[in-house]
């Protein structure tokens, strides 16, 4: 098996989401009004208090984040696996991991993205400002891919399980925490003053951990789901 | 002529069940015997702990608990991962057999922290790496097992758990690392559940004495659990009813 | 026995409440496991007699 053609197979599959989704652009429209929604939210729930808001941020901006991406777990193999693309993708010569990957970005591309792009704004909101609203960019541009890679896994566990909605969040959310926790703390190290690059670099190793096991993980649960 | 055991033979539920039915009782009545002795150690013999008085007792539940929630979750994905390796059904029923038990030890670890964490840090709740790690894990064996209700096939049920399982494995060290990590960067958070003076030898003894007791009771529950599993996943034939009331069965027909 | 009296032991320093519970509750949740195996177990044996009388005519003795 040639390296083109692994890159090939990753580039096909890319391509092909990717105009999907453009003639479904609702998805990711979806996926940014939601987090908008839930980040208003709070200040409505906590009060206006400028320097309330500055510490609950981060936390919230990355709680919205991630909240985001589990909603949008529910697409990202569920179309394929009804219309039995699936199936055909389990055939396919190249290794499913690395088929897996290919899915798995493209759906970011679609529903992690825009999160990441429209960040700074709501931070803005939450008086986060200068540094740290590059922090919690660059926290969400390497915690996000991390979360659909390992939301990814759950999504393939319970493909075509009912009430698989909520059983997907318990799955996932445990796995979520470390991401959580080194995405907050980024921001929140950036703001006290003492820099975010240790949670980044922690940050980081995370999104490469779940590059090398979750797709095989989520290659397994969907050949399970399949049989 | 080979002299060791011929595990093959216990790869099939036919030869498990009779197995894990002999077994039961010894385990039993270690896991009495052992609480007994533990007991007594922990509350008369054992003295009084100067920084914490009396409350300090609840460690000989509450550590043992712990310890338990944590053996028997990797024992499970280690069950897991054999069922998947080699696609055997009995571990597969090993691994649905430990998780119950496995998630009401998680349940006593957390309650009995709370109870130990009121008196001698004032909070009925802390976030330290520990108990957070507790806790997640008791998200996870609740995912493991509503995997498994929530999937009607049997075998995609066994299989899924088996690999969130897995998953699960990974997941609790970077938990705890992710969670001392947040702590140090909060410095207010800095409480920990550990005792804070040196244990006496009569402490610890206790505790250990206590961790065999919970490890044979494990063992004899998960046994008659897996034997239920059998009962019910495989048709049970005439594996354990008596000679006699086969006999009767046949002659009421 | 470090014990002077037996509300001394239930007293635990001022600390019983929490002591108790935690004793009480893990014996309530081992004891319930044992219970509710037993029943398990009684329930597959019952069903099992019933399929092996009800179904008697189609199987072998």
Redesign the interface.
């Known amino acids: 098996m040639s390296r083109s053609s692994m890159w090939g197979a990753i580039g096909g599959i890319v391509r092909r989401d990717l105009l999907l989704a453009m003639r479904r652009r609702s998805d990711a429209a979806m996926s940014v009004f939601f987090l908008v929604i839930v980040v208003s939210l709070f200040p409505l729930g906590v009060g206006p208090e400028p320097a309330v808001l500055r510490t609950i941020g981060p936390g919230v901006l990355w709680v919205a984040a991630l909240l985001a991406c589990l909603l949008s777990l529910a697409r990202v193999f569920t179309a394929d696996y009804v219309d039995g693309t699936l199936e055909q993708m389990v055939l396919v010569p190249q290794p499913l991991a690395v088929l897996v990957v290919g899915k798995v970005f493209a759906h970011w591309v679609i529903s992690g993205l825009p999160i990441v792009l429209l960040s700074p704004l709501l931070g803005l909101q939450f008086g986060l400002s200068g540094e740290s609203l590059g922090v919690l960019v660059m926290s969400l541009l390497l915690g996000t891919p991390a979360l659909s890679m390992i939301g990814a896994i759950g999504a393939a566990l319970v493909l075509g399980v009912r009430g698989s909605g909520l059983l997907v969040a318990l799955l996932v959310l445990p796995l979520y925490v470390p991401v959580l926790i080194f995405g907050a703390g980024a921001v929140t190290s950036s703001m006290a003053g003492i820099g975010g690059e240790a949670n980044l670099s922690l940050l980081g190793a995370c999104l490469v951990l779940s590059l090398f096991l979750a797709p095989w993980a989520t290659g397994a649960a969907l050949r399970i789901a399949l049989e | 002529m080979s002299t060791g055991i011929n595990w093959a033979k216990y790869s099939s539920p036919q030869a498990l069940y009779p197995l894990a039915g002999r077994l039961i009782p010894w385990f039993s009545v270690a896991a009495v015997a052992l609480m007994g002795v533990g007991l007594y150690m922990g509350?008369?013999v054992a003295?009084?702990d100067f920084q914490q008085?009396?409350?300090y007792?609840?460690i000989f539940?509450?550590v043992p608990?712990a310890w338990m929630s944590m053996f028997l979750y990797v024992v499970m994905a280690v069950w897991a991962g054999i069922g998947l390796g080699l696609n055997a059904r009995p571990s597969f029923m090993m691994a649905q057999a430990i998780a119950?038990?496995g998630a009401?030890f998680t349940?006593?670890a957390l309650?009995?922290g709370a109870?130990?964490g009121?008196?001698t840090w004032g909070a009925w709740w802390v976030w330290d790496a520990r108990l957070t790690s507790e806790l997640i894990l008791l998200f996870q064996y609740a995912g493991v097992m509503l995997l498994r209700t929530s999937i009607d096939d049997v075998r995609r049920a066994d299989r899924s758990s088996a690999v969130f399982a897995l998953v699960g494995v990974v997941n609790v060290p970077i938990i705890y690392f992710s969670v001392q990590w947040w702590n140090t960067l909060h410095q207010g958070a800095s409480v920990s559940m550990s005792t804070g003076s040196k244990m006496a030898a009569t402490m610890l003894t206790a505790m250990l004495l206590m961790t065999l007791a919970f490890w044979m009771?494990s063992i004899a529950?998960i046994l008659?659990?897996v034997?239920?599993i059998m009962?019910?996943r495989e048709?049970?034939p005439a594996w354990?009813?008596k000679p006699v009331t086969?006999q009767k069965?046949?002659e009421?027909? | 026995?470090?014990?002077g009296s037996a509300s001394e032991?239930f007293a635990?320093?001022?600390?019983g409440v929490?002591?108790w519970?935690?004793?009480v509750?893990?014996a309530l949740?081992?004891g319930w496991?044992?219970l509710a195996?037993w029943r398990?177990?009684a329930a597959?044996?019952a069903e099992?007699?019933a399929?092996?009388?009800g179904g008697?005519?189609e199987t072998a003795?």
């Open positions: 509350f008369f003295p009084t008085g009396e409350s007792r609840i539940v509450h608990a119950p038990t009401m349940f006593l309650l009995t109870m130990w009121k008196p009771y529950i008659s659990r034997r239920c009962a019910e048709s049970l354990e009813e086969i069965i046949a009421a027909r | 026995m470090q014990w032991f635990m320093g001022g600390y929490y002591v519970t935690s004793y509750v893990t949740c081992l496991e044992v195996l398990r177990r597959a044996r099992h007699r399929m092996l009388l008697a005519d003795a």
